[in-house]
């Protein structure tokens, strides 16, 4: 089993479209969650941050952990072909440097 | 200043060649990392630089070998490349030598090995 799971996807939607990007973790060590954008041919680029349970918003981006069920989410509202791009969930222990990845999930939305 | 800068941005490179890549950050970041993508996979860390100290991925082999000659500077030296060596080369680094606070990645070097 993998430490992080993520639905590669594609995923494609419309314009102004809920964009809804999930993942699950098994490690229970597991403290600190990230949401990265990449754009083709691009490095990855830092969208969310958050080591608590709860909702944290950034403008259009809701970032979402449940630790309890060892799940987190990221919310696109009002999407713009401009989203279009891999995102990555990335986990950090506690007391490790490690960035563990999911596969990434490719999100193409449509004008 | 809040970017990662890798160079070059692509690279091409026989078997028998010798090559590095470099990479240089100028947000006082105390960690820095390596990290090889294949297409449509994510990032694999290769080795990871934090206070100095280098920790490397027991899978990694040996024609890579990282060098960091400063706290902004860190390079990464190929010799006797094989053809699935070729992919992006990422570099990021980290404000937290722990990695809390996310990492900031550069653009990559592309490396097609011939």
């Known amino acids: 089993q993998k430490e992080v799971e993520q639905d590669p996807g594609p995923l494609s939607v419309p314009e102004g479209a809920i964009v809804s990007l999930n993942c699950t973790y098994s490690?229970?060590?597991?403290?600190?969650f990230m949401w990265y954008r990449q754009y083709s041919r691009k490095g990855p680029e830092l969208l969310m941050y958050t080591y608590s349970s709860g909702n944290k918003e950034d403008g259009r981006f809701t970032a979402q952990v449940d630790k309890s069920s060892k799940y987190i989410s990221l919310f696109i509202r009002d999407s713009q072909p401009s989203d279009s791009a891999t995102y990555l969930c990335?986990?950090?222990?506690?007391?490790?440097?490690?960035?563990?990845f999911g596969e990434g999930t490719q999100l193409t939305v449509n004008p | 200043d809040t970017e990662v800068t890798q160079t070059p941005k692509h690279l091409v490179m026989g078997m028998t060649n010798k090559k590095s890549l470099k990479c240089e950050q100028h947000?006082?970041?105390?960690?820095m990392y390596w990290y090889k993508q294949k297409a449509k996979k994510p990032p694999e860390l290769m080795f990871v630089y934090s206070y100095e100290k280098l920790s490397i991925n027991e899978s990694v082999p040996s024609r890579f070998s990282p060098e960091c000659p400063n706290s902004s500077l860190l390079n990464l030296h190929l010799h006797a490349l094989q053809p699935e060596d070729s992919a992006l080369y990422l570099c990021a680094s980290s404000q937290a030598a722990q990695g809390h606070y996310g990492y900031t990645f550069g653009s990559g070097t592309r490396l097609t090995v011939v």
């Open positions: 490690n229970s060590a597991f403290q600190y």
């Open positions: 947000m006082g970041h105390r960690a």
């Open positions: 990335a986990i950090v222990e506690t007391s490790g440097s490690r960035l563990t």
